[in-house]
T-cell receptor
């Protein structure tokens, strides 16, 4: 069984569109994250949610809005897509928020291409 | 502020020879350190982690890493490379002063020649 899953795996869309990426974890974890990996493979955290509440927002444009309907899901909605949003987006989860050495488990990634 | 530097963006080895992927970190407190691996078009998988216990950490697939506080290093090694080890490797640091948030290095692409 997949621990952290994301849909879709690939997303190709036009500039200006609005799109969503879904993430689900079946590990029973309390904390979920979104990361962005750019074309140079650099990974940076975007958001962190603990039990449906936002705890980290790393200077991400407000066109990006995470939504957590329950602690097993953290979806990412992006409005007015721009060329620079093209990247791979990874969802992750961990048992608790901010625990020392807490392992985060990553999903397979969603490859977004904005044309 | 915490940061991670992976000293080599690309490393190429022959199958059966040792692997060394270098990582130096900067942290204001006792850090936790991780190595993750990303195979092509795949997600990230945890190889191993250090959390202030034994300084030599053994991970999956024969990898290990040694935490050296005096050198602020956490290099990843494997005695004998396998073709399936070809992937991107990320060194990651987290510490209490940064809310235990993960900070990733720039990655090292490991290529294994037959």
């Amino acid at each position: 069984d997949t621990a952290v899953s994301q849909t879709p795996k690939y997303l190709v869309t036009q500039m200006g569109n609005d799109k969503s990426i879904k993430c689900e974890q079946n590990l029973g974890h309390d904390t979920m994250y979104w990361y962005k990996q750019d074309s140079k493979k650099f990974l940076k955290i975007m958001f962190s949610y603990n039990n449906k509440e936002l705890i980290i927002n790393e200077t991400v444009p407000n066109r990006f809005s995470p939504k957590s309907p329950d602690k097993a899901h953290l979806n990412l909605h992006i409005n007015s897509l721009e060329l620079g949003d093209s990247a791979v987006y990874f969802c992750a989860s961990s048992q608790i928020a901010g625990g020392p050495g807490e392992t985060q488990y990553f999903g397979p990634g969603t490859r977004l291409l904005v044309l | 502020a915490q940061s991670v530097t992976q000293l080599d963006s690309h490393v190429s080895v022959s199958e059966g020879t040792p692997v060394l992927l270098r990582c130096n970190y900067s942290s204001s407190y006792s850090p936790s350190l991780f190595w993750y691996v990303q195979h092509p078009n795949k997600g990230l998988q945890l190889l191993l982690k250090y959390t202030s216990a034994a300084t030599l950490v053994k991970g999956i697939n024969g990898f290990e890493a040694e935490f050296k506080k005096s050198e602020t290093s956490f290099h990843l090694t494997k005695p004998s490379a396998h073709m399936s080890d070809a992937a991107e490797y990320f060194c990651v640091v987290s510490d209490r002063d940064a809310g235990n948030m993960l900070t990733f290095g720039g990655g090292t692409r490991l290529m294994v020649k037959p």
